[in-house]
């Protein structure tokens, strides 16, 4: 059976040039990067060649960028020393964040006593930025907002250069969850004033368990794992030299090709949106998914209109890897609480939400090879139902 993978905002195929970079790095530069002899040097050379990498594309100095295991670590550290040693009393988030970061600020209210304000999207998905100014005006609490750039799930994205700005004229600070966008999208961190921001090598194929925070320089942010001295003592721990160098290959692939990359996953997209429309009359897209410019080219995230808790699997059988993001998060029993966000109780109850995410390598075929299996799906769907 042929696979047909449409899950890449959850993680990506590793390319084979970026294999190759891991391989040779692997196999020749075991040294302990804080070793002083030559060999361990030449690790650490190797980290801070990958460092002034994405600095540049981000347009940041190298100094603050401190290379983490993940996303989840990035945001984990961002929010919890944002607390514990930068003074914040008070996080403003919203219900449309990722769980690592929804967690991570629960967690900070129960232990810390801080107090979490949540932003509440339209059903669009969207936030009211004049209610944001209104909560960052009324208050004497030193404050985090912690907005993501674009939603995993839906695919929207925020107008992060005015969130920012908007929490430098009220002097609060400002951690941009940027996992979905990191390499999909150029990102001037020297216009945009985000003061964090967090990346996941995964997202564009790289490796997993290689990640960085953007952490901006007199942000006075220390580390939440303690012991050695590396990666400016921000992260102690000896640097995971293959997946530095992983993330650094990833990245440079996706920035030379990123307009035709994007030029193509914008045409599956439209092609998915065609496809779907004629074959599943009354399918939906959440948020701005179906737009261009507002929503992430990468996703689309479709609501059918019919109930079929068990669609994944279904199509899975058939060969095809999708998300549900829905009433279940990988594999979760609880619905999300995006979709609970924006969705109505009634469509709630009788849709299903579908989260598909391109790669430059999604085909055409990849597509209607869905397109045929999702309308089997529903055919099958309906007549259970008319039982
Ligand atoms: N933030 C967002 C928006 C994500 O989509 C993800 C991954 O799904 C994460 C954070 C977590 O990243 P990681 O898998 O690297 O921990």
Redesign the pocket.
């Known amino acids: 059976m042929d696979r047909v993978y449409l899950d890449n905002?959850?993680?990506t195929p590793l390319l084979e040039e970026v294999i190759d970079a891991m391989v040779d790095v692997m196999k020749t530069q075991y040294g302990n990067p804080s070793s002083t002899y030559s060999i361990g040097q030449e690790a650490k050379a190797i980290i801070e060649e990958n460092r002034r990498k994405v600095a540049a594309y981000l347009n940041v100095t190298p100094a603050e960028i401190i290379f983490t295991?993940?996303?989840?670590?990035?945001?984990n550290m961002i929010i919890r020393s944002s607390v514990d040693n930068l003074g914040v009393q008070r996080i403003i988030t919203s219900p449309m964040?990722?769980?690592?970061?929804a967690e991570t600020c629960l967690e900070m209210k129960k232990m810390r006593g801080v107090e979490l304000v949540y932003l509440r999207p339209d059903s669009k998905g969207d936030f009211d930025l004049a209610k944001l100014e209104s909560l960052l005006q009324n208050s004497e609490k030193k404050t985090l907002v912690s907005l993501?750039h674009?939603?995993?799930e839906i695919g929207n994205l925020l107008d992060i250069e005015k969130v920012a700005a908007l929490c430098k004229q009220y002097d609060a600070l400002y951690h941009s969850?940027t996992?979905?966008t990191v390499a999909h999208m150029p990102l001037d961190f020297s216009k945009i004033m985000v003061d964090f921001a967090?990346c996941?090598?995964?997202?564009f194929h790289g490796p997993?368990g290689a990640?960085f925070a953007f952490i901006r320089k007199s942000s006075g942010l220390k580390g939440i794992i303690v012991g050695g001295s590396q990666e400016r003592s921000l992260r102690a721990g000896t640097e995971n030299v293959t997946g530095i160098v992983g993330l650094g290959k990833a990245l440079d692939i996706a920035v030379e090709h990123m307009n035709e990359y994007a030029n193509h996953m914008e045409d599956i997209k439209a092609y998915t949106i065609e496809k779907l429309t004629e074959k599943i009359p009354g399918i939906l897209f959440n948020g701005h998914s179906a737009e261009r410019g507002t929503s992430l080219y990468t996703l689309l995230s479709v609501l059918l209109p019919f109930k079929n808790p068990l669609i994944g699997l279904q199509l899975d059988m058939k060969g095809i890897a999708v998300s549900q993001g829905s009433a279940c998060s990988s594999g979760a029993a609880k619905p999300s609480m995006v979709m609970m966000s924006i969705l109505t109780d009634e469509q709630m109850d009788n849709c299903t939400p579908l989260r598909l995410s391109f790669s430059h390598m999604t085909s055409k075929s990849d597509i209607d090879a869905l397109a045929k299996a999702l309308e089997e799906i529903k055919e099958a769907t309906i007549e259970k139902m008319n039982v």
């Open positions: 905002a959850a993680t295991s993940c996303g989840t670590e990035s945001n964040e990722h769980k690592c970061v993501m674009a939603n995993n969850d996992v979905q967090s996941s090598a995964h997202k997993k990640g």
